[in-house]
């Protein structure tokens, strides 16, 4: 059995961040909020320790919409366009809760298997890590079933490709990243990284896989047509979250508080944002870059031209991931 203390900071490498005593959320619920509007974007964030996940409308950069969860620890969570619906896993309580749009509250909730990190969508399906239950679950969105496990060694997170052929899994115990096609019939290839894989995300033309080794403070770059390694970057400590434009790399480092900005070409670190706290999700919107920041009980926007923080959104304590990464179409910078 893991001690406490270690599992502590595992946990804080793949996602949940647990509080000393007790913690003070906000009573959204009180709240004069506009909520969501039909055919406009949002960014929704899971609320780990509040059980609950918000709507930012990213033009005021205020919080639109609150709902509450009977899911314990939501952590991933990816909003499907083609259905208007947000799908949330929790951590603490094995379960999957699907938000319905514009009303945002639950209309289904689904058990899966044991300490569920991450989300995504392939091949008409729904993908979930399970982390400590060392598999991958196929869910049916139309039944909102289990129809299959994966095996896998403690998955955490996913990575999809642009032509929606293939899933990238990290797995955080055997230091590797399992590639899965399209038929998620089997794994067709196993590609070794850094220490404890943790996020990943494609390069915008697809033709690279960018992997955040959590132990190891460094970024594995993966050839996605070759499936292998090609190189290994050093970025802060305790890299969490990759996300690029056409030109950049941008990585952050939850206990060196920065963002690191890495030039696609020649794989090299340009320069560090300062974020101070411990930056970690992340999402891109034109020139604008949003960071939750757990320890400062926010999401940080910076203008990735000044590569400075010029704003700040208050959750409360606890946010985790953010959906949709990409809310349009990336400018180089």
Known sequence: MIVASALAALMAGIGAWYFVGRVECVAWEKQHLPGIEAGKQYLYVAMGECDSVLAIDPTTQTVAAYTSL????????????????????????????????????????????????????????????????????????????????????????????????????????????????????????????????????????????????????SVTVIDHRARRAIAEIPVGKRPMTPITTADRLYVSNIESGTISVIDIDSNQVLTEIITGGNPQHMAIMGKLLYVTNPDLEQIQVIDLSQKQVVGNIFTGPSPQQISPRYLNQVPSY
């Open 70 to 217: 009977e899911g314990r620890f939501p952590h991933g969570l990816i909003y499907d366009p083609g259905r208007n619906l947000v799908y949330v896993v929790n951590e603490k309580s094995d379960d999957m809760t699907v938000l319905g749009l514009p009303e945002f509250s639950p209309r289904a909730r689904v058990e899966v298997g044991d300490f569920p990190v991450d989300v995504t969508l392939m091949s008409g399906s729904i993908l979930i890590t399970n982390y400590s239950g060392d598999s991958v679950s196929v869910v049916d969105p139309v039944t909102f079933k289990v129809v299959r496990e994966l095996d896998s060694e403690a998955a955490t997170h996913f990575a999809v490709s642009m032509d929606r052929k293939y899933t990238y899994f990290s797995n955080w115990s055997d230091d590797t990243v399992s590639v899965l096609d399209s038929s998620l019939e089997a794994v067709v290839a196993v590609i070794d990284t850094g220490k404890r894989p943790n996020h990943l995300t494609f390069s915008r033309d697809g033709n690279f896989v960018y992997v955040t080794n959590y132990k190891g403070d």
